[in-house]
Nanobody
Framework: QVQLVESGGGSVQAGGSLTLSCVASGNLGTSNTMSWFRQSDGAQRRELVALMSNGGSAVYGQSMEDRFTISRDDATVKLDMTNLKPEDTAVYYC??????????????WGQGIQVNVSS
């Protein structure tokens, strides 16, 4: 019922920039939170940024705020990434948490997009 379409991934040299975009469609409820995660391998997952539909302040993961910036326009969330480093290489996932009722949310994930940063 909810679909997330991610775009903007690819390969870039260290120091470069990429902008990821995630467009959500479907029944997004009256309140939701969209966020970005990344996974560099099967054992690691990092929550990067999150932004609620009410326009609240973004919540950044540790050491991300100085290089990564999230913005949102309705059901589209963008992640501007600058000064990319090889350690940023990962699969990036967009997630939306749709709050059906207080204390009850439904979680939907994008398919993931690859970001490769070469040194």
């Amino acid at each position: 019922q909810v679909q997330l379409v991610e775009s903007g991934g690819g390969s870039v040299q260290a120091g470069g920039s990429l902008t990821l975009s995630c467009v959500a469609s479907g029944n997004l409820g009256t309140s939701n939170t969209m966020s970005w995660f990344r996974q560099s391998d099967g054992a690691q997952r990092r929550e990067l940024v999150a932004l609620m539909s009410n326009g609240g302040s973004a919540v950044y993961g540790q050491s991300m705020e100085d290089r990564f910036t999230i913005s949102r326009d309705d059901a589209t969330v963008k992640l501007d990434m600058t000064n990319l480093k090889p350690e940023d290489t990962a699969v990036y996932y967009c997630k939306i948490d749709v709050w059906a009722t207080p204390g009850s949310s439904h979680e939907f994930w994008g398919q993931g997009i690859q970001v490769n940063v070469s040194s």
